[in-house]
C-alpha cells in the first residue's frame, strides 16, 4: 500500500517553524508565569481528545492488555504536556517522558510539572526532554524503549514540511522508521490527526515492509459534508509486532 500524498496546505519551512513553536511557547510561559492556571494550549480540546485516548488506555488495562502501575509513555511533540500530566492524574504511574524540539516548550512543560509536584506527589516521574526526532538519535533515556508512544498532532506538523531527509524523501516519509524502534516489541502507537483520514493513516503506518499494524480506530463524532459523511479528527492504535 502506497502513502497518500500530502494534504493540500502551504508548505512550512522547518527552520520558520520551529521559531514560531518557539514563540507561541515563550507566550504561555510568560502567561503561566502571572497565572499558574494557565497552561496554554490543549491540541483537538473540541474534539475531547485527550478524554478518548485515556478512555482507549483504561479499556486496555481493564482487560489486562495495559497496566497503570507499570506502563510506560513516551509523548512525541509534548508541548506542554498535559496529556502526561492528564494521564497520571489518572493513575497511571509508569516511566513517562515528553519530548519536543522546542525549547521554550520543554521549559513551560517542567515549569507546570513543578507546580503539579508541589501540590500533588503523583505527579512526580513525568519528564522532559528536548528532541528533534527527525535529526538526532534517542538519548540513553530510551532504554528498551516504551510501552506506549504517543502523537498528538505531530505528524500533522511534520506532514506540512517540505524538509528533503537524506534520501531525497520529505521527512514525513521517513517518521514512521524513526518511531518504530521507540517502541517496545508488542507496543503500541497512537496517532491522532486532524489532517488525514483514518485510511490515509493506516496507510502511512501500516505497510507491508514496517513493524506496526493497525488494532483498533477511537470514535468521534462524524459530520456529513457534500454527501460525504467522516471525523474531523481521528486516533488510531497501531501495535508494533512482537520478535
Known amino acids: 500500500m502506497n502513502p497518500p500524498p500530502n494534504p493540500p496546505a502551504e508548505h512550512l519551512d522547518p527552520t520558520d517553524n520551529r521559531i514560531s513553536w518557539d514563540n507561541a511557547y515563550t507566550v504561555e510561559l510568560t502567561n503561566h508565569a502571572s497565572n499558574a492556571d494557565d497552561e496554554g494550549t490543549i491540541w483537538f ?66 515549569r507546570i510539572g513543578k507546580t503539579h509536584q508541589e501540590h500533588n506527589e503523583e505527579f512526580l516521574g513525568v519528564e522532559f526532554e528536548e528532541w ?6 534517542p538519548g540513553t533515556w ?59 493513516l493506516r496507510a502511512w503506518f501500516e505497510v507491508e515492509s514496517g513493524q506496526l499494524e493497525f488494532e483498533a480506530g477511537i470514535k468521534y463524532p462524524n459530520f456529513t459534508f457534500g454527501g460525504k459523511t467522516g471525523q474531523q479528527v481521528c486516533t488510531l492504535s497501531f501495535k508494533r509486532k512482537s520478535r
Open 132 to 137: 528533534d526526532i527527525l535529526n538526532e538519535k
Open 45 to 110: 480540546s473540541d474534539a475531547s481528545a485527550e478524554e478518548r485516548i485515556i478512555a482507549h488506555l483504561e479499556d486496555l488495562s481493564d482487560t489486562e492488555i495495559l497496566h497503570k502501575d507499570t506502563t510506560s509513555f513516551l509523548d512525541l511533540g509534548t508541548g506542554n504536556g498535559h496529556l502526561l500530566f492528564a494521564l497520571r492524574g489518572e493513575e497511571w504511574q509508569g516511566k513517562m517522558l515528553g519530548v519536543d524540539y522546542s525549547a521554550a516548550s520543554m521549559k513551560l512543560a517542567r
Open 142 to 200: 530510551l532504554e528498551e524503549g516504551f510501552d506506549v508512544v504517543l502523537d498528538k498532532g505531530t505528524f500533522d506538523a511534520i506532514s506540512l514540511s517540505d524538509q528533503i531527509d537524506d534520501q531525497g524523501r520529505r521527512v514525513c516519509e521517513g517518521y514512521k522508521e524513526r518511531v518504530e524502534p521507540l517502541i517496545k516489541p508488542g507496543g503500541r502507537l497512537l496517532v491522532t490527526s486532524c489532517n488525514w483520514t483514518n485510511e490515509e
